[in-house]
Nanobody
Framework: QVQLVESGGGLVQPGGSLRLSCAASGFTSSSYTMSWYRQAPGKERELVASIFSRGGSTDYADSVKGRFTISRDNARNTLYLQMNSLKPEDTAVYYC?????????WGQGTQVTVSS
């Protein structure tokens, strides 16, 4: 059974950092493109960053380029999102996502709040 479990969210001051984790089970995550999405209150869910299965290349939304880094630990079957220089507009629920056997798979989300 495919499962994604996010952790690492919390309350942080502007300019601070957080590292989100997404533990995968039921499949080998290194063989799949993995992504982080976020959804702020009253807004649509948006793609934040992706790491591709072939070559491990990455892609970022313009709003987070230079501040966020997506990575994965294949031995731990875990996806990460390192978030630096956080801004209040980064406040959202963050989700990890993949597609396995043509089915989108989402985690339950982790709340990130950036506020002084």
């Amino acid at each position: 059974q495919v499962q994604l479990v996010e952790s690492g969210g919390g309350l942080v001051q502007p300019g601070g950092s957080l590292r989100l984790s997404c533990a995968a089970s039921g499949f080998t995550s290194s063989s799949y493109t993995m992504s982080w999405y976020r959804q702020a209150p009253g807004k649509e869910r948006e793609l934040v960053a992706s790491i591709f299965s072939r070559g491990g290349s990455t892609d970022y939304a313009d709003s987070v380029k230079g501040r966020f880094t997506i990575s994965r630990d294949n031995a731990r079957n875990t996806l990460y999102l390192q978030m630096n220089s956080l801004k209040p507009e980064d406040t959202a629920v963050y989700y990890c996502k993949t597609v396995v056997a043509f089915r989108p798979q989402w985690g339950q989300g982790t709340q990130v709040t950036v506020s002084s």
